[in-house]
């Protein structure tokens, strides 16, 4: 039973990390250190607008 449930999360977990569009930028940041602005802008803002910035983006986010 452990082996099925391990072997699930693995299919899982390699699925996101290899196949699934969302998951790409995070695959590229990870092996080549770099992301694109679009991702930057729409994943991280308050890394790319400032703290101020990006808390002001997120909580108009949140109220849409």
Do not use: D, N
Not at 2 to 26: D, E, K, S
Request: net charge positive.
């Amino acid at each position: 039973m452990t082996f099925v449930a391990t072997a699930c999360m693995f299919i899982i977990h390699l699925f996101l990390a290899v196949a699934h569009p969302l998951m790409w930028q995070g695959l590229v940041s990870m092996r080549f250190g770099v992301v694109s602005e679009s991702h930057a802008r729409e994943r991280h803002a308050k890394w790319y607008f400032g703290k101020k910035r990006g808390k002001e983006l997120w909580k108009a986010h949140l109220e849409e």
